[in-house]
């Protein structure tokens, strides 16, 4: 069910980008602002994971330094037939944890001191397993595809205000195919927040496949149930100060407060849904 809303909410980014060219950019601006999101988001597919790994401060530890946090890693990996991942300590007393890499085999997964504190064995290896179905899953492809096309869209309608600036309105011979400038304003302030809720709403459904898939390897979805509301409220009160809106959709839970109207734009879905549809999961687990 989550990979049919996956494609489905995809495919409505995709029509917000063809459709889109009707009034914001014609098939010329449509196709550059296309070129550009995708290149701009192939240097992210490829060197994001060192980026942001640098961006929290984050350490590789060795097996002789860690362990035990790397025979879990193992451990799950093993469980789900993929590569072992390099493994990462963030130097922050939030709990937290997060999955990057392109894929299986390019993967890294992070958790912070503060996770490591306060969870016990079970509960952090559901954490574990969490981050690992993100890379079983291909939420790093999927994602980039997503904001390739939310890119290209919110380009088209910086486009459009430019031309509007500029007298662009109907100066391109297609009046008549809906680029009135009053189409032209609508759609450069309606197709970017419409992209930005359907990329969030892409990340929400990725939230809820991993959870699942992590349940599944570890065949204990009530100690990830436990775990993410431990998390919360830590996170809650707990600030991480190097978070940034950019990347908290990286993370088991957002290293960022949204409450009331900003949760319509938070990237991760409300936790008391995750921990009810944890709970209602019943064996046989099938990854």
Known sequence: MNIFKTTLLLTVLTLLLVYGDAAIGGQGGMIFAFIMAMGMNFVSYFW????????????????????????TVRRITQSAGLPMPKVYIIPSDQPNA???????????????????????????????????????NRDILIGTVAATLAGAIGMLAHMAQWALIFGGGRGNERDDEGSHPVVMILMMILAPIAAMLVQMAISRTREYSADRTGASLIKNPDALARALEKLERAAKAIPMESAQPATAHMFIVSPLTAEGVMGLFSTHPPMEKRIEALRAMRPPYVV
């Open 48 to 71: 994001s994971d060192k980026i942001v790994l640098k961006m929290y401060d984050a350490t590789e530890v060795s097996e002789a330094e860690h362990p035990s946090l790397h025979q």
């Open 98 to 136: 997060f999955a990057t890499g392109r894929n299986p085999e390019h993967s890294a997964v992070a958790v912070t001191r503060g996770i490591l504190r306060i969870l016990d064995q079970e509960e952090l290896a559901g954490v574990l397993a969490h981050e690992i179905g993100h890379v079983k």
